[in-house]
């Protein structure tokens, strides 16, 4: 075959190569790219909030003191002869009750003395009384009439009065005897508990000596510190408005669950020394739980530490919310149609557990209550638990 004929064989092969690949790719399908984007959901818990009145709760410390606390002193000298079983440490004396008898031996004496001494006083009062009649007397029978003064003199005045003075003198030295004799014994001022006692039977005491340390246990107070700018979140009385009502609780002591309440009744005028709060006085009824209706109530124990609960005064139109729920720089994420919003809020108050917000949230809000990893603007969320909605990636 010659060289020409060669050559247009091959090129008749090669266009038939050239045909058939252009055939193929023509009758492949054609491969088109989608940009469809499937946004992802982020799963949140919501707290729906209620706008209302609330009292908000101001946790405090408070220390236990006695509303009435007395040192037993006598006010006359002797042997006590007689001593109270209740007058021992932890007892309970009633008021009126004896706790203390002095020897009244020398006490009766006197008094017999006075009065015998008033009865004297009495006759020679008597006796002059007849004197002044007798001059009376004489001095109408002598038809003269004197100058007042030489008058009073004949009359017998001056004896009289004498007489008379003599007479209120002892009894007055009457009443005072009576007075120590009844000193002689010594009462409990008030339904009281005895802290220490420092006498017994056989003691020799004089006025002003310490016999017995008694508190009163009709009510106790508790001292609670309070820092001065939660003032005037408190209520304390005035008119017809009690004072903010106080739950105190012993943590260490009490069972659980165990607690007393009471009521602010005086703001004292003085800050304390060293952390310069304010000192605000509780009283708290019944402290040891003696009264009808209070069994099983634990009790208050003098000098201790306790921890205290003040209700606030009412806040009007807030949103109280859990504190764990506010985010940095005041603010708090909510879910409006399925995006998570940053709003910045207006918290007037916090206490121990929740934020009383007065702006920034309106009622029915959904407060996100979930920790998230990442929060922007817009982010779109959902309930925990709701299915994603369509074109939506859960």
Same mark, same amino acid.
Request: with cysteine.
């Given at each position: 075959?010659?060289?020409?004929?060669?050559?247009?064989?091959?090129?008749?092969?090669?266009?038939?190569?050239?045909?058939?690949?252009?055939?193929?790719?023509?009758?492949?399908?054609?491969?088109?790219?989608?940009?469809?984007?499937?946004?992802?959901?982020?799963?949140?818990?919501?707290?729906?909030?209620?706008?209302?009145?609330?009292?908000?709760?101001?946790?405090?410390?408070?220390?236990?003191?006695?509303?009435?606390?007395?040192?037993?002193?006598?006010?006359?000298?002797?042997?006590?002869?007689?001593?109270?079983?209740?007058?021992?440490?932890?007892?309970?004396?009633?008021?009126?009750?004896?706790?203390?008898?002095?020897?009244?031996?020398?006490?009766?004496?006197?008094?017999?003395?006075?009065?015998?001494?008033?009865?004297?006083?009495?006759?020679?009062?008597?006796?002059?009384?007849?004197?002044?009649?007798?001059?009376?007397?004489?001095?109408? @029978? *002598?038809?003269? /009439? +004197? %100058?007042?003064?030489? $008058?009073?003199?004949? =009359?017998?005045?001056?004896?009289?009065?004498?007489?008379?003075?003599?007479?209120?003198?002892?009894?007055?030295?009457?009443?005072?005897?009576?007075?120590?004799?009844?000193?002689?014994?010594?009462?409990?001022?008030?339904?009281?508990?005895?802290?220490?006692?420092?006498?017994?039977?056989?003691?020799?005491?004089?006025?002003?000596?310490?016999?017995?340390?008694?508190?009163?246990?009709?009510?106790?107070?508790?001292?609670?510190?309070?820092?001065?700018?939660?003032?005037?979140?408190?209520?304390?009385?005035?008119?017809?408005?009690?004072?903010?009502?106080?739950?105190?609780?012993?943590?260490?002591?009490?069972?659980?669950?165990?607690?007393?309440?009471?009521?602010?009744? @005086? *703001?004292?005028? /003085? +800050? %304390?020394?060293?952390? $310069?709060?304010?000192? =605000?006085?509780?009283?708290?009824?019944?402290?040891?739980?003696?009264?009808?209706?209070?069994?099983?109530?634990?009790?208050?124990?003098?000098?201790?530490?306790?921890?205290?609960?003040?209700?606030?005064?009412?806040?009007?139109?807030?949103?109280?919310?859990?504190?764990?729920?506010?985010?940095?720089?005041?603010?708090?994420?909510?879910?409006?149609?399925?995006?998570?919003?940053?709003?910045?809020?207006?918290?007037?108050?916090?206490?121990?557990?929740?934020?009383?917000?007065?702006?920034?949230?309106?009622?029915?809000?959904?407060?996100?209550?979930?920790?998230?990893?990442?929060?922007?603007?817009?982010?779109?969320?959902?309930?925990?638990?709701?299915?994603?909605?369509?074109?939506?990636?859960?």
């Amino acid at each position: 075959m010659s060289l020409k004929a060669t050559l247009v064989i091959c090129a008749g092969l090669a266009i038939l190569a050239a045909v058939a690949l252009l055939a193929i790719y023509g009758s492949e399908p054609e491969v088109r790219r989608e940009s469809t984007v499937r946004e992802t959901t982020v799963p949140v818990e919501v707290f729906p909030v209620t706008r209302g009145d609330y009292r908000p709760e101001l946790a405090a410390n408070g220390l236990v003191r006695a509303s009435r606390e007395v040192t037993v002193r006598p006010r006359v000298a002797g042997e006590i002869i007689e001593r109270a079983p209740e007058l021992v440490p932890g007892g309970f004396p009633r008021q009126g009750e004896m706790l203390l008898r002095v020897d009244d031996t020398d006490y009766r004496i006197a008094l017999q003395q006075r009065e015998s001494e008033l009865q004297q006083a009495v006759s020679e009062l008597e006796i002059e009384n007849g004197r002044r009649d007798i001059a009376e007397r004489d001095y109408l @029978q *002598l038809g003269k /009439e +004197l %100058e007042q003064g030489n $008058r009073a003199l004949v =009359l017998r005045e001056p004896q009289r009065l004498a007489a008379e003075a003599r007479v209120q003198s002892a009894r007055a030295a009457v009443e005072q005897a009576m007075v120590d004799l009844g000193r002689t014994v010594i009462r409990a001022p008030f339904d009281a508990q005895v802290l220490s006692r420092e006498v017994e039977i056989g003691s020799q005491v004089s006025p002003g000596d310490s016999l017995a340390r008694l508190v009163g246990v009709d009510r106790y107070w508790v001292e609670i510190s309070l820092p001065l700018d939660r003032l005037r979140w408190v209520q304390l009385p005035s008119g017809d408005l009690e004072g903010s009502a106080v739950a105190v609780r012993h943590r260490t002591a009490w069972p659980a669950g165990g607690e007393r309440f009471g009521r602010l009744d @005086q *703001l004292i005028g /003085e +800050l %304390e020394g060293e952390t $310069r709060m304010a000192r =605000l006085l509780a009283v708290v009824e019944d402290p040891l739980g003696q009264g009808a209706g209070a069994e099983g109530q634990p009790g208050l124990i003098i000098g201790s530490f306790v921890q205290c609960r003040i209700s606030g005064v009412l806040m009007n139109d807030v949103v109280r919310l859990n504190r764990d729920y506010v985010r940095q720089d005041e603010s708090v994420w909510v879910m409006a149609e399925g995006k998570l919003t940053i709003r910045k809020v207006d918290i007037v108050f916090q206490d121990a557990e929740h934020a009383y917000i007065a702006a920034g949230l309106e009622h029915g809000d959904q407060v996100i209550t979930s920790s998230l990893a990442t929060v922007r603007e817009g982010l779109a969320v959902r309930v925990a638990g709701d299915r994603a909605m369509p074109g939506q990636q859960p």
